[in-house]
């Protein structure tokens, strides 16, 4: 059985350390949640769990929380792996915490994380479901950033496309085919909607 919303909520009430930290992940999951809907009801025919998507578009950054000091994102790149024991440790299923662990980047393989010496157990956390390429995938477009230094924002395709293809040439392509499985969002919409920047430079 999937979580409710008011157990979503009551999770991420859990974990935050502070208010702001709250609305800082609180918020930008609800804005994944935004993308990845806007981005299906464009495209009718992708046989996609909607149930499944919402939940994993909240709480893939459950384990955010965990990397703020002091306001600060600190080793940033292990919040995915640490929401996964969160969610492990919270009894829920692996349909679930994958979400966590397998939506950083365009899909980290071993040889990435050994390549870029990230530090994570070296894993296979690429994306295996249309669901979980989704959620990884309208994730790119809004950025946390790193607060209070800058507010968060929303990132167009070309200007993350040009910020992953600096790690690999291989990232870009990733990033190209999730395009065409699931084409753009209308940031100009969302910014409205929820009152962030976007940027493309």
């Known amino acids: 059985m999937l979580p ?17 930290d709250f609305d800082l992940i ?9 993308i990845a809907t806007q981005l299906l009801d464009a495209k ?27 306001g600060k994102f600190v080793k940033g790149v292990r919040h995915g792996v640490i929401g996964e ?3 492990r440790n919270e009894g829920y299923p692996e349909s679930i915490w994958r979400f966590a662990s397998h939506h950083t980047g365009v ?4 040889q990435d994380i050994i390549d ?5 157990p070296a894993a296979d956390y690429t994306a295996q479901t249309d669901e979980e390429r989704l959620v990884m995938y309208a994730d790119k477009f ?3 950033s790193t607060p209070p230094d800058e507010p968060p924002y929303f990132c167009t ?8 293809s600096k790690f690999s040439l291989d990232n870009a392509t990733k990033f190209d085919e999730l395009a065409q499985m699931f084409g753009k969002p209308n940031l100009m919409l969302l910014a409205e909607q929820f009152g962030y920047d976007i940027i493309d430079s």
């Not at 899909?107 to 071993?110: M, R």
């Not at 870029?116 to 994570?120: H, V, Y």
């Open 4 to 20: 409710t919303d008011q157990q979503i909520l009551d999770l991420h009430h859990k974990y935050a350390q502070t208010g702001v």
């Open 26 to 34: 609180f918020t930008h999951s609800r804005i994944v949640d935004a």
């Open 44 to 70: 009718p025919t992708l046989t996609i769990n909607r149930e499944l998507l919402h939940v994993g578009c909240m709480l893939h950054d459950i384990g955010a929380y965990d990397v703020i000091e002091d």
């Open 85 to 87: 024991e969160i969610l």
């Open 107 to 110: 899909g980290l393989t071993p």
């Open 116 to 120: 870029q010496s990230i530090p994570i």
């Open 142 to 144: 809004h950025s946390k």
């Open 157 to 164: 395709f070309e200007w993350y496309r040009d910020s992953t």
